[in-house]
C-alpha cells in the first residue's frame, strides 16, 4: 500500500524565519510528487515535482524531490503570516488515477 | 477562469438519512476525482472519473457511496443511510487528463452527521 509521511505534524515560528517541511514517500511505480497549501478547504496547487535533484521556486517557496532517498523538502524563506496554513503533499504513480496524501504540517507564523 | 465549485459548502443531516454533493469541474477537464479529508488528516481518495465512467472506485468505503457523472462535466456523490462516521469534508478536483496532470481542487463540501 502506497505511503507519504510528512514532519513534523506542526511548527510554529515568527515572521521572517526560514522554515523546512519534510515528505517521505513509498509509492509503487512512483511518478511524481505534489505540494499543496490548504487554508482554509480548497487545497491550491504550489509544485510538481517529477525530477530528481532539480529545484522548483516561486517566490519564497522551493521544492527539491530526491528519488533515490524517497523524500522531499518545501522551503519556506522570510516566512509572513500569510504563510500560516496545512502544506499537504501526496504522490502519484504511473497510472495517474490518485494521489495518495501525506496527513499535512501545520504551519503557524506569528507576528 | 473559474475553479471548481462544490455546493452545498455544508450539509448537516441525521444518521439514516441520504445525502447528494455535486462537483462543477474545471471547464474541459475530463479527469474528476472525489476524496475526503477527516480532521487533521491528508485528503483520502474515494474515486476518479474519465469522462463519463468511473474509471477508479476502489477508494469507496463500501456500497452505501456511489458517485456518477452522467454527461462527463458534473458529479455527483451520493451516500446513503448516513452514519456518524461518514462526517468529514469531501473534496473534489479535475485535471485535463490523468497522467503527469495537476489536480486542482474545489472548496470541499463540511457533511456532518448528527
Known amino acids: 500500500e502506497d505511503k507519504v509521511v510528512q514532519s513534523p505534524l506542526s511548527l510554529v515560528v515568527h515572521e521572517g524565519d526560514t522554515v523546512t517541511l519534510n515528505c517521505s514517500y513509498e509509492?509503487?511505480?512512483?511518478?511524481?510528487l505534489l505540494w499543496y497549501k490548504q487554508e482554509k478547504k480548497a487545497p491550491t496547487f504550489l509544485f510538481m515535482l517529477?525530477?530528481?535533484?532539480i529545484e522548483k521556486k516561486s517566490g519564497r517557496l522551493s521544492s527539491i524531490l530526491d528519488k533515490k532517498e524517497l523524500f522531499s523538502i518545501l522551503n519556506i524563506t522570510a516566512t509572513q503570516t500569510g504563510d500560516s496554513a496545512v502544506y499537504l503533499c501526496a504522490g502519484i504513480d504511473n497510472a495517474g488515477n490518485m494521489l495518495t496524501f501525506g496527513g499535512g504540517t501545520r504551519l503557524m507564523v506569528k507576528p | 477562469g473559474a475553479g471548481v465549485s462544490q455546493t452545498p459548502s455544508n450539509k448537516v443531516t441525521e444518521k439514516g438519512k441520504y445525502v447528494e454533493l455535486r462537483c462543477d469541474p474545471i471547464?474541459?477537464?475530463?479527469?474528476l476525482y472525489w476524496y475526503r479529508q477527516s480532521l487533521g488528516q491528508g485528503p483520502e481518495f474515494l474515486i476518479y472519473?474519465?469522462?463519463?465512467?468511473?474509471?477508479?472506485d476502489s477508494g469507496l468505503p463500501n456500497d452505501r457511496f456511489f458517485a456518477v457523472r452522467p454527461e462527463g462535466s458534473v458529479s455527483t456523490l451520493k451516500i446513503q443511510r448516513t452514519e456518524r462516521g461518514d462526517s468529514a469534508v469531501y473534496l473534489c478536483?479535475?485535471?485535463?487528463?490523468?497522467?503527469?496532470?495537476?489536480?486542482?481542487f474545489g472548496p470541499g463540501t463540511r457533511l456532518t452527521v448528527l
Open positions: 517529477t525530477s530528481s535533484g
Open positions: 471547464s474541459g477537464h475530463t479527469a
Open positions: 472519473f474519465q469522462g463519463t465512467g468511473a474509471a477508479d
Open positions: 509509492v509503487t511505480n512512483f511518478r511524481s
Open positions: 478536483a479535475s485535471s485535463w487528463d490523468r497522467v503527469a496532470d495537476t489536480q486542482y
